[in-house]
């Protein structure tokens, strides 16, 4: 089952999610919505299955990574015709997350692949298995 609760999140992914939303509808005027937050092994492995994610373990497991929709006079966004995913992008990025238009972190933009366009993950300077060795916890900043 889909969730779409931020409060199923990380509480420092909540806040850092809750100012990017707060720019994009208040500042940008974007209607953007939140599609997925926390996400269960079974549905993580049913998706994987489908072709609609690429992991077996993935953030949204340990609620550091949120689904995001874009909406256009009611309309869910699929792609980027209207540029705003690319302004979530940048928000996003502005705020140390990974965003799924730019894997690689790099000058390119969406190139191919790079079409998650509503996902964002934060876990800022330690990757996945840093953080399930650390027992599914933020490892020390310090180290
Ligand atoms: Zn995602």
Known sequence: M??????????????????I???????????????ETRRDRTRQKMLRKKGASKVNIGWHQFGLA?????????????????????????????FGCRWGGNWDMDRHIGEGGENDLGHVEYHPNFSLQQYIEAGEQWPSLAG
């Open 2 to 19: 889909r969730q779409k609760d931020i409060m199923l999140l990380d509480v420092r992914f909540r806040h850092v999610l809750i100012e």
């Open 66 to 94: 949120a689904d995001l929709g874009i909406f256009a006079d009611g309309v869910y966004q699929v792609d980027d015709r209207l540029g705003r995913y690319l302004k979530l992008g940048f928000v996003a990025m502005a």
């Open 21 to 35: 939303l707060g720019i994009l509808r208040g500042k940008l005027s974007i209607d953007i919505q939140v599609l």
